[in-house]
């Protein structure tokens, strides 16, 4: 039923910045919380970062802190991943998810999108 489709990878010199956004369809988008995760080659999925459904709280690995922001704009159905700062690590395909929940706590995600390629060049 719900359908996610990312955009904004790209490739970008360390130290740049990018901006991954997800559209999602369904009159319910602002009813579960999204997220983002990414799986760099040779690697499992990795969680990344989420956020409620009305975007009164947020997540974060340790590894993104201070450098990444996630945001949603439920108006457009989309939710959005800023990345500044970026690594060679960061290097990954991300991949929004979403929850069948308002709140990530108890994570439950049943949509996911077909992922967009970050690469960062050292």
């Known amino acids: 039923q719900v359908q996610l489709v990312e955009s904004g990878g790209g490739l970008v010199q360390a130290g740049g910045s990018l901006r991954v956004s997800c559209a999602a369809s369904?009159?319910?988008?602002?009813?579960?919380?999204m997220a983002w995760f990414r799986q760099a080659p040779g690697k499992e999925r990795e969680f990344v970062s989420a956020i409620t459904c009305r975007g009164s709280r947020t997540d974060y690995i340790d590894s993104v802190k201070g450098r990444f922001t996630i945001s949603r704009d439920n108006a457009k159905n989309t939710v959005y991943l800023q990345m500044n700062s970026l690594k060679p690590d960061d290097t990954a395909v991300y991949y929004c998810a979403g929850s069948t929940l308002c709140d990530y706590r108890l994570q439950n995600y049943a949509y996911w999108g077909q992922g967009t390629q970050v690469t960062v060049s050292s």
């Open positions: 369904g009159r319910t988008f602002s009813r579960y919380a």
